[in-house]
């Protein structure tokens, strides 16, 4: 039983233009939403986090939007870059500290 | 300087083997974690620990068992090794302060291959 989908396995987008990832959960008891990035053989690296209370948080070239009543996430990275190339986590935490993670979606960027 | 860092980095073992992974974070972070990452790419929660209290998740099997020297190093422990525990095991700490979002930080990966 997942509770956070990632339901795009992959995704490919053109240098420059703008890629979004997508991302449901099911557990209305999440506190706050997290981006992961993975490189192969590295350990994700935190992008980018959104609270609960909060429907968007900007950082960047990074835009993580909420919709709660929708229970669903999405990150916008504009202008995508070939360096974004990675596959990219979503995560969702609670008052226990553990994070539930999706599956992830692998972005690719080409020049 | 490495936040979290795990040895080793590969591991080839035999079925049935007793092996150990081990973690260290030099954040100054009070809760760690241990995760895995199945063929299937799903990253999952197995432990996560601070000096207070161990969570466990309750599918993990007992061949696993986290062991803390100090509030730094969190290594894992498996016994028994079979053909399913081949996977990638992530560490990760975070503050775990309450009231704001309790980010986490991963290390590198341990790859573990029983053979």
């Known amino acids: 039983d997942q509770q956070v989908k990632q339901n795009s396995p992959s995704l490919s987008v053109q240098e420059g233009r703008i890629s979004i990832l997508n991302c449901d959960y099911t557990?209305?008891?999440?506190?706050?939403f997290l981006w992961y990035k993975k490189y192969p053989a590295e350990g994700p690296t935190f992008l980018i986090s959104i609270s609960s209370i909060k429907d968007k948080n900007e950082d960047g070239r990074f835009t993580v939007f909420l919709n709660k009543s929708a229970k669903h996430l999405s990150l916008h990275i504009v202008p995508s870059q070939p360096g974004d190339s990675a596959v990219y986590f979503c995560a969702a935490g609670g008052s226990q500290g553990n994070l539930i993670f999706g599956k992830g979606t692998k972005l690719s960027v080409k020049p | 300087d490495t936040a979290v860092s795990q040895t080793p980095k590969y591991l080839v073992t035999q079925m049935g083997n007793d092996k150990s992974i081990k973690c260290e974070q030099n954040?100054?972070?009070?809760?760690m974690y241990w995760y895995k990452q199945d063929s299937k790419k799903f990253l999952k929660i197995m432990f996560s620990y601070n000096n207070k209290e161990l969570i466990i998740n309750e599918t993990v099997p007992n061949r696993f068992s986290p062991k803390s020297p100090d509030k730094a190093h969190l290594n894992l422990h498996i016994n028994s090794l079979e053909l399913g525990d081949s996977a990638v095991y992530f560490c990760a700490s975070s503050p775990h302060l309450a009231g704001v979002i309790d980010t986490q930080y991963f290390g590198p990966g341990t790859r573990l291959t029983v053979l």
């Open positions: 557990n209305s008891m999440f506190d706050y």
């Open positions: 954040l100054g972070h009070d809760t």
